[in-house]
């Protein structure tokens, strides 16, 4: 990681500029992989796992024979972790539901909103170089409390033709069947338009690579919602003297092993900060199994000292990390601060590996600067909200003349009629 002292408002940029996806490169790998997908359904599908996957596929299904063998394989003491961290994400998941809402703005007049699941969802579960089980419980979770009506798993199945084991268990765990064995950008294709084995879906959530990426994106042009843009994981971590070196470098690297194309940042309150945290992050590399993978992501990284607590916080605003990690003295006023992060991590003892698995917020979060607009999901994500109206015959005449101002005033006459209408039949009424 290279160290930048003190830099200019304009050179936050070029410091902090995340690794270059090349978008229009993607795409055009992606579209025919798409264009396939839709034309030749299940055929294309098991075509795009021997090509990519080097597996020939008989089923895209998973079978409940599978599923029954899968969970006699996993660890005892890795259900009961799983059952904890369900229990937990359960917890503050169902918390975040809200009562209808039932206002009479005027006499007369009463407005409504109430939530809806979103009917059919799609949930894509990353199975290369990690197979990410948490995610099923990140994204299934707040499907099932939402009350979504069907929920779809797509996951790349092993060069054996098998899913891992720990993603069959949790996905059985909450109650989903329909798992299929597809990954990359056909497992979005077929969930964006349908096939055989693989339902339609009105919305389609999960992290992956650049493929993935660019295939939820495309399917957006096609009706179909995505959770949000996504893009190679990320941490920032804000340090001060009270921050303990060894913790903020593990945090450093658990983010580093996701990808080589993830991005750490640490911005440290002094040059003495730094190194140590450095220094750390050189011991710990050398036992990690995928230092080959983190070692490429601190490529990409850097560490930045802002000795100003205002100016440091003013960058981390200005960078929008997906994770955010704050270990200073001053950590309530610097929380307080924050605009633009897609999750915090406050003091010296909540590593962000809590959140990605067990502590109850979700980890599917936005990345690549989109925690500026985007939030990261959770039950609302899984909902829609409907708005209604009921006007009484008083209400219309309330409101009725202030409607037929403002539709005339736009020059839209039957806007005006539709009120007019209804208070002439009123008048005649009582007479």
Same mark, same amino acid.
């Given at each position: ?23 229009? %490169? ?11 997908? +839709? ?8 075509k795009?796992?021997?090509?990519? %996957? ?11 024979e ?46 409504m ?6 009917? +059919?969802?799609g ?15 990140? =994204? ?27 993603? =069959? ?5 909450? !109650? ?5 064995k597809? !990954? ?6 077929? =969930?964006?338009?349908? #096939? ?19 295939? +939820? ?22 340090? %001060? ?42 011991n710990?590399?050398?036992? &990690? ?8 992501? &601190? ?7 802002m ?24 950590? %309530? ?27 109850? #917020? ?33 209400g ?36």
């Amino acid at each position: 990681m290279k160290i930048v002292i003190n830099p200019k408002v304009s050179e936050w940029e070029s410091i902090l500029e995340r690794p270059v996806q090349k978008t229009k %490169d993607i795409e055009k790998i992606v579209k025919p992989i798409l264009r396939k997908v +839709k034309r030749s359904g299940d055929k294309a599908l098991k075509k795009f796992a021997l090509e990519y %996957d080097h597996v020939q596929i008989k089923n895209l299904l998973v079978t409940r024979e599978e599923i029954v063998a899968a969970k006699a394989m996993v660890d005892p003491a890795l259900k009961e972790a799983i059952l904890i961290a369900k229990e937990n994400i359960e917890k503050f998941h169902a918390a975040q539901q809200t009562p209808n809402l039932v206002m009479e703005v005027m006499e007369g007049v009463t407005c409504m909103r109430k939530s809806v699941a979103i009917q +059919k969802v799609g949930l894509y579960i990353p199975g290369g170089t990690a197979p990410l089980f948490s995610t099923v419980l990140m =994204l299934g979770i707040p499907a099932n409390i939402a009350g979504c009506e069907e929920v779809v798993l797509c996951t790349p199945p092993n060069k054996e033709g098998n899913i891992h084991p720990a993603i =069959l268990y949790t996905a059985d765990l909450i !109650g989903i069947d329909k798992i299929v064995k597809a !990954g990359g950008a056909q497992a979005v294709a077929a =969930l964006t338009y349908g #096939t055989e084995s693989v339902p339609k879906v009105d919305k389609i959530f999960g992290p992956g690579n650049q493929y993935v990426t660019a295939a +939820k994106q495309l399917a957006v042009k096609k009706g179909v919602a995505i959770d949000m843009p996504a893009g190679p994981s990320e941490v920032l971590v804000y340090a %001060d003297q009270t921050a303990v070196p060894a913790f903020v470098a593990s945090d450093l690297l658990s983010q580093a092993e996701h990808g080589v194309d993830s991005q750490v940042v640490l911005v440290a309150s002094s040059e003495k900060i730094a190194h140590k945290v450095l220094k750390e992050v050189e011991n710990q590399l050398e036992k &990690l199994p995928r230092k080959d993978i983190a070692k490429k992501a &601190l490529d990409n990284s850097v560490a930045v000292i802002m000795p100003v607590e205002k100016t440091a916080v003013e960058l981390i605003n200005f960078y929008a990390p997906e994770h955010l990690i704050i270990c200073v003295e001053n950590e %309530d006023q610097v929380v307080n601060s924050i605009v633009n992060a897609g999750s915090i991590f406050i003091g010296n003892y909540t590593p962000e590996s809590a959140g990605d698995y067990a502590s109850g #917020t979700n980890h599917t979060l936005p990345t690549y600067g989109y925690a500026r607009n985007y939030s990261g999901v959770s039950l609302d994500s899984f909902i829609k909200k409907i708005t209604y109206q009921k006007i009484t015959a008083q209400g219309i005449q309330n409101l009725g003349p202030t409607v037929e101002l403002m539709a005339a005033n736009e020059q839209l006459e039957a806007h005006k009629n539709a009120v007019t209408i209804r208070l002439e039949y009123l008048e005649k009424k009582k007479s």
